[in-house]
């Protein structure tokens, strides 16, 4: 079975700083991974996705993340915080076809001034 | 483009009462789903509906929890009679066909909030 481990549940960064989302993932075959932010109040948006090629992705808002399969994981980085990215982030797993995600349980990020 | 609309946003109802969520997808999205989210873990598949056939529903509670999606439009989430437990956000989403294929990523709407006393 396919699961999402996000080792932390909360961290505070500095406005400005860079920050570094860790995400591991567990999945026998090629796995589909993905980020989502979520503010208080509000459904999930999708940051990025990986599917395949390469390994370095870029989404939204000035993130990215790296998919590295011998370390299983999908951490998710953005050079320099802003205090609107003060958030609740979600990695994803999953595959083609016909299947469901299995999410993380999510990593608070607080922003400091 | 209009988002995945939910309705009620919030809902408190007794233990053993009955409750029932709304989600209308995105135009022309065949694919719907109903996620549980409980306090501090992230979503949880409930059911998939593609068109109105379910796909996927291994991890509804069939005991308690129903679901449908009649004509292929919207959906309609039931919990009756409610446990504690179920305290939750029920979010619903939307994608244009089934799987994650590069085109066709999950729509969340912004999720009805559940408590239960």
């Known amino acids: 079975a396919q699961s999402v481990t996000q080792p932390d549940i909360h961290i505070t960064v500095s406005e400005g700083a860079s920050l570094e989302l860790r995400c591991n993932y567990s999945?026998?075959?090629?796995?589909?991974l993905f980020w989502y932010v979520q503010s208080p109040g509000q459904g999930l948006q999708l940051l990025l996705k990986?599917?395949?090629?390469?390994?370095l992705v870029q989404g939204i808002k000035g993130f990215e993340a790296e998919f590295k399969r011998s370390q299983s994981s999908f951490n998710l980085r953005k050079p320099s915080v802003h205090w609107s990215d003060a958030a609740e982030y979600f990695c994803?797993?999953?595959?083609?076809?016909?299947?469901?995600?299995?999410f993380g349980k999510g990593t608070m990020l607080l922003v400091s001034p | 483009e209009a988002g995945v609309a939910q309705s009620p946003r919030y809902k408190i109802i007794e233990k053993r009462q009955s409750v029932a969520f709304w989600c209308n997808p995105i135009?022309?999205?065949?694919?719907l789903y109903w996620y549980q989210q409980i306090l501090g873990q992230g979503p949880k598949l409930l059911i998939q509906?593609?068109?109105?056939?379910?796909?996927?529903d291994s991890q509804l509670p069939k005991d308690r929890f129903s679901a449908e999606r009649l004509k292929g439009v919207d959906s309609t989430l039931k919990i009756q009679p409610a446990k504690l437990e179920d305290s939750a956000v029920y979010l619903c989403?939307?994608?244009?066909?089934?799987?994650?294929?590069?085109?066709?990523?999950?729509?969340f709407g912004n999720g009805t909030r559940l408590t239960v006393t």
């Open positions: 999945y026998g075959a090629t796995p589909y």
């Open positions: 989403a939307s994608s244009l066909k089934p799987g994650q294929g590069g085109n066709s990523p999950l729509h």
């Open positions: 994803a797993v999953g595959d083609s076809g016909y299947s469901t995600l299995t």
């Open positions: 135009s022309g999205h065949a694919t």
């Open positions: 990986y599917f395949s090629g390469d390994t």
């Open positions: 509906f593609q068109n109105n056939g379910v796909v996927d």
